[in-house]
C-alpha cells in the first residue's frame, strides 16, 4: 500500500519511488491519474492492474492469487490506500489469509 502525493508530485517519498521502480505488478485506482504519476519518474512496472469500487470483488480473488507468488504495489489517484477506496478490502483479505501487506507511507 503505497501513499501518494496530493497535489504535488514533487511530494512523494524516495521509499515509495524504490518500492514502485521494483514491483513487478502495480495496481492502480484511476488509471490516468496512476499514469501520470508513473509516467513523471520514468517507472515502467511489466504490468498495471486496475482495482477500483467496482471491480474489487473480482479483483481481488486474482491479487490474492498474484500475491502467492509475486509482489504486488497499490496506489490511488491521491493518499493513501485503504482510508478512502477499496483497499481496505483488499488489506482484509489479506488479513485473512496470513499474506503480509506492508504500508509505505506517502506525503
Known sequence: MVGTPIGNLGDITMRALEVLR?????????????????????????????????????????????????????????GMPGVSDPGAQLVAACYELGIAVAPIPGP
Not at 495496481?27 to 490516468?32: A, D, N, R, T
Not at 501520470?36 to 471491480?55: A, C, S
Open 22 to 78: 521494483k514491483a513487478p505488478i502495480v495496481l492502480v485506482e484511476k488509471w490516468e491519474d496512476s499514469v501520470k504519476l508513473l509516467h513523471h519518474f520514468e517507472i515502467r512496472p511489466p504490468q498495471i492492474l486496475k482495482y477500483h469500487d467496482r471491480n474489487f470483488q473480482v479483483m481481488i480473488p486474482k491479487i490474492v492469487e498474484l500475491l502467492q507468488t509475486s509482489d504486488v504495489a497499490f496506489i490511488t489517484s491521491a
